[in-house]
């Protein structure tokens, strides 16, 4: 064996032990307990909700009371507050929506004369009805990619997939 065999470190053997060396490794540990034990305490929350929903006299209003209170009841806005050009401060979604609009409609160049386009023929097809089942909501929610982002509502996959039966129960009973 050559000369390069016997060289398991660029460092020299004194430096291995340097007090930075062993605070960066003790830092770096601590990280991942950490880590991991967040990752412990998340599995378990999620773990426990999914037994209280499943064990729930009523699980569709208990899966919406999670549901609102992780997203915050559905009330917070992803627009901060808009300005008009008066001045005035648009805070509802209503008022923004509008404030879009006015301000859109201003900056379009479409020509807007009063013609109204042809409306289009009626047509013979018919939406028939529409049947959601619990065997299919169940494996649409189980089968989700969990490095996939979460919406704004704030419900993660990985609460949708571990949660899938209960979910699906609800969810097919509301549609």
């Known amino acids: 064996m050559g ?10 053997r004194y430096a ?17 307990h950490v880590k991991s034990v967040l990752q412990l305490a998340k599995h378990s929350f999620i773990n426990r909700k999914c037994q209280y929903l499943l064990n729930s006299n009523s ?5 919406w009371h999670l549901v609102k209170n992780i997203s ?8 901060p507050p808009l300005f008009h050009p008066d001045g005035t401060t648009a805070i509802s979604s209503v008022s923004k929506a ?8 201003k900056s379009s160049t ?10 289009p023929p009626p ?9 959601v089942l619990y065997y299919d909501v169940f494996h649409a929610l189980a089968g989700l990619n969990l490095g996939k982002a979460y919406e704004p509502d704030g419900v993660t996959p990985i609460v949708l997939k ?4 209960v979910f699906a129960l609800c969810l097919t009973k509301l549609f």
């Open 16 to 32: 291995l032990f340097t007090p930075q060396l062993t605070m960066a490794k003790l830092v770096n540990k601590g990280e991942n």
């Open 162 to 165: 571990n949660c899938a039966s």
């Open 123 to 131: 047509s013979d097809y018919f939406v028939p009805t529409l049947k």
């Open 110 to 119: 479409l020509d807007d004369s009063g013609l109204v386009p042809p409306s």
């Open 59 to 63: 699980p569709a209003y208990d899966l």
């Open 3 to 12: 000369k390069a065999g016997w060289v398991t470190s660029r460092r020299p």
């Open 98 to 105: 509008e404030l879009f609009s006015q301000t859109f409609a």
């Open 72 to 79: 915050n009841n559905f009330t917070s806005s992803s627009f």
